[in-house]
């Protein structure tokens, strides 16, 4: 990356800069590749961030579908944590994850799990795990609250059948012939997954993150106290791909201990630290023996840190810096928090992150963990928290009694509660994914650069004013 016609002289956020036009002969967007050079094996820079708001076993079985990472929280119990990861283990790759219910559960209750759209749907299934049938969401939307589920299946709705389907391509165009929008996918009477017509077009455009047994990857976090070795051996022996040791303050010695214990088990995965905003701090923990530092310290939408300590550094300055470093050691820079839009993902990966990780903007989807809720103007959102809130804090600390957990929840920080919306054209992750590897496969066109690491090459970066940030937005109405 570049600085264009000017050199800083102070620290950088997002919205401080801007990419400039550099000459290519990347035509399409198509020809751009977005497999981040971190060797986690994905094959598009997003991570889900590890905060149990945001990414949950769906979650993390989606994106993974589509080439990302979902970080499963540490807050979860040990065997929660492990049981999240082999589920994630189980889910297929060619077709969505089935949202099962019964045939007693109520349309509201449904709703609580499902927006009533198109594309998506809910599969029952009876006591002994018969399939039952298949009701789109859509018709959610004029059942009676307290209808049965059950009662809503008005003759078979037409499913596929695996033998008939030759890829992706093939499954796209029976949907079309039959005129479905989206279908359960049968074998042998069982259903193996549900599919529509947007998820097998994106098939032909996303390639899957898998292991070398052919499932989704997922990755898992640890805390740096207790016994993070027996934590680290467990996850992945469960079948984790990714280790990410994580504490607010990476820089110290209690994360440095705890990843030379991790790293000294020689466990063959990954390993990531974090969070970190210096070099100095890079080059502690890959000494250490991390392979991918986590860098962000106050730029999250539910992050509190800066305005009660004063602590952090603006997020563009801070990858910029370390991952410069990172790369003369071999190393890679996850950039973590900040993201609002597609060209802060873009802008990150300029200065030099292998992968963005993404929060609250992944909350706000289908298949964030939490329930739909729907305020007075009729809008669906979940909740969102910080991980450093007095919410958070009393679930990672549920098992102490109530004395120690009233000193602990004294000093919490963060935001408890966030209305998070659903985008009523976005409502899903992928259709999230969707709008942001398009706009950052445009920046790299526009950079002339068709990989991760020729972008970080051939970057051009200005910086602006708040008028000019102000100018690149839509006008939300005519003038």
Same mark, same amino acid.
């Given at each position: 990356?570049?600085?264009y016609?000017?050199?800083?002289v102070?620290?950088?956020?997002y919205?401080?800069?801007f990419?400039?036009?550099?000459r ?13 050079p971190?060797g *986690? ?7 889900a961030a590890?905060m ?5 076993p769906?979650?993390?079985?989606t !994106?993974?579908r589509?080439?990302g990472?979902g ?8 065997d ?10 189980? #889910? ?5 994850s ?13 709703l609580?799990r499902?927006?009533a ?8 299934h ?5 399939? !039952?049938?298949?009701? #789109? ?5 004029t ?8 009662d809503l =299946?008005?003759g ?7 033998d008939?389907?030759?890829g ?5 165009d %029976?949907?079309?012939?039959?005129n479905l ?5 049968l ?7 549900t %599919? ?8 032909? !455009?996303?390639?899957?993150? =898998?292991?070398?047994?052919g499932?989704? @990857?997922?990755?898992?976090?640890i805390g740096?106290?207790g016994?993070?070795?027996?934590k680290?051996?467990?996850?992945? /022996?469960a ?6 040791i ?5 820089? #110290? ?7 030379t214990?991790v790293?000294?088990l ?11 905003v210096?070099?100095?701090?890079? @080059?502690?923990?890959?000494d250490?023996?991390a ?8 730029p999250g939408?539910m992050?509190?840190?800066r ?9 563009f300055?801070a990858?910029?810096? *370390?991952?410069a ?5 071999g190393?890679?820079?996850w950039?973590d928090?900040g993201?609002r839009?597609p060209r ?9 992150a /292998? ?7 992944f909350a706000?989807t289908?298949e964030?963990?939490?329930t739909l809720?729907?305020?007075?103007d009729g809008?669906?959102?979940k ?7 007095t919410?958070?804090?009393?679930e990672?600390f ?8 009233a ?16 985008d009523p054209?976005r409502p899903?992750l992928?259709?999230?994914l ?10 790299f066109?526009?950079a002339?650069?068709?990989?991760v690491?020729?972008f970080?090459?051939?970057a051009?970066?200005?910086? #602006?004013?708040?008028a ?6 839509? !006008?939300?109405v005519s003038?």
């Amino acid at each position: 990356m570049q600085f264009y016609e000017t050199t800083p002289v102070h620290d950088l956020t997002y919205s401080d800069v801007f990419l400039v036009p550099n000459r290519s002969a990347v035509s399409s967007r198509l020809d751009v590749s977005l497999t981040p050079p971190d060797g *986690t094996g994905t094959t598009i820079p997003l991570v889900a961030a590890n905060m149990n708001s945001v990414t949950g076993p769906r979650l993390a079985a989606t !994106l993974a579908r589509r080439g990302g990472l979902g970080v499963l929280p540490q807050d979860l119990h040990h065997d929660d944590l492990v049981a999240a990861i082999k589920w994630v283990k189980e #889910q297929p790759v060619a077709w969505d994850s089935p949202l099962i219910a019964s045939p007693d559960d109520s349309a509201a209750s449904a709703l609580q799990r499902i927006p009533a759209v198109d594309g998506h749907g809910i599969v029952l299934h009876g006591d002994k795990g018969e399939y !039952l049938g298949t009701i #789109q969401a859509g018709r959610l939307a004029t059942a009676l609250p307290d209808a049965r589920l059950g009662d809503l =299946l008005h003759g078979a709705l037409a499913s596929l059948e695996v033998d008939d389907i030759d890829g992706p391509r093939a499954a796209f165009d %029976l949907m079309v012939a039959a005129n479905l929008e989206f279908a359960p996918v049968l074998k042998d009477g069982k259903v193996v997954g549900t %599919l529509s017509r947007r998820s097998a077009l994106r098939s032909t !455009l996303y390639e899957p993150a =898998l292991d070398s047994s052919g499932r989704l @990857r997922v990755a898992a976090a640890i805390g740096i106290n207790g016994d993070v070795a027996a934590k680290a051996k467990d996850l992945v /022996a469960a079948g984790v791909d990714v280790l990410v040791i994580d504490t607010a303050h990476g820089h #110290q010695e209690g994360m440095l201990r705890a990843l030379t214990t991790v790293a000294a088990l020689k466990l063959g995965v990954p390993i990531v630290a974090g969070n970190v905003v210096t070099a100095g701090a890079v @080059r502690d923990l890959v000494d250490a023996g991390a392979s991918i530092i986590k860098v962000g310290v106050g730029p999250g939408a539910m992050c509190t840190t800066r305005m009660m300590t004063a602590v952090g550094r603006p997020q563009f300055s801070a990858v910029l810096e *370390t991952s410069a470093v990172a790369r003369e050691l071999g190393a890679s820079v996850w950039a973590d928090g900040g993201v609002r839009y597609p060209r802060d993902v873009a802008l990150a990966l300029a200065a030099g992150a /292998a992968s963005v990780m993404v929060g609250s903007w992944f909350a706000g989807t289908i298949e964030a963990p939490g329930t739909l809720n729907t305020d007075a103007d009729g809008r669906l959102y979940k909740e969102s928290w910080g991980m450093a809130s007095t919410k958070a804090v009393k679930e990672r600390f549920d098992n102490l009694d109530p004395y120690e957990l009233a000193r602990k929840t004294l000093f919490a920080e963060g935001i408890s509660s966030s209305k998070i919306y659903l985008d009523p054209l976005r409502p899903s992750l992928e259709d999230l994914l969707d709008m942001i590897t398009s706009g950052v496969r445009s920046s790299f066109t526009y950079a002339g650069a068709s990989t991760v690491d020729e972008f970080h090459e051939r970057a051009l970066v200005g910086i #602006q004013s708040a008028a000019g940030y102000e100018e690149g937005k839509a !006008l939300p109405v005519s003038w």
